[in-house]
Every structure is written in structure tokens, then in C-alpha cells.
């Protein structure tokens, strides 16, 4: 995946804990949050399943983005999780292609 301003979503569990964070490697980003590289709210509170993604063509329309969603209830920001990925599958295979399974 190219490196692109990415604002992405991250979840506990189905219905759990939301994150809302922006980056412009979302593999690596993600990566780090799967292996509690990032300090502070996410490896706290296990914040490790991407839910949702969205990428823009500038960190200006992904950083106004995100503030946007953290805004946002959490009604508002579940409903956007399921518009898009009704099932909160892990899109960590969606956007890297590993299997969750071999580990």
C-alpha cells in the first residue's frame, strides 16, 4: 500500500472501545498498534482491531477528517463502522493480505 493520508478507526472488540486516528503509512501504523508500540489510550485499553479506513489526497482534508469524527457521538461513528464493514471484520488483511489465523 502507498503511503497516502489515511484517517482510520480502530476497535477493542464489535461495539467496544473506538479510536480515531490519523497517519500516512496506515500498514505500519497499525502495525504498531497491533504490537503496543504506541503508548497511551490504544495499548491501554486494547485497542488493536482496524474497523474502518479512508484515505484522502492531502494530511489537511484527513487531519480536518478525523477532528470531524472525534467530534462526532458514538452513534455516528458506530453507524459509519457499519456502513461500510457491517460483520467489524479486522481489515488488517484487507490492507496487508495477512492471515489472522497463522499467528
Given at each position: ?18 479510536y480515531v486516528g490519523v497517519t ?35 494530511f489537511e482534508t484527513a487531519i ?40
Amino acid at each position: 500500500m502507498v503511503k497516502q493520508p489515511t484517517v482510520y478507526l480502530l476497535a477493542s472488540k464489535r461495539n467496544g472501545t473506538l479510536y480515531v486516528g490519523v497517519t500516512s503509512d496506515l500498514v505500519k501504523r497499525i502495525w504498531e498498534h497491533r504490537e503496543g508500540l504506541v503508548e497511551g489510550f490504544t495499548k491501554k485499553y486494547g485497542v488493536k482491531m482496524l474497523v474502518w479506513y479512508e484515505q484522502h489526497e492531502t494530511f489537511e482534508t484527513a487531519i480536518m477528517r478525523e477532528k470531524a469524527i472525534k467530534k462526532w457521538s458514538r452513534a455516528w461513528k458506530l453507524d459509519l463502522i457499519e456502513k461500510t464493514n457491517p460483520g467489524w471484520a479486522d481489515l488488517w488483511v484487507t490492507i496487508t493480505g495477512e492471515n489472522l489465523d497463522s499467528r
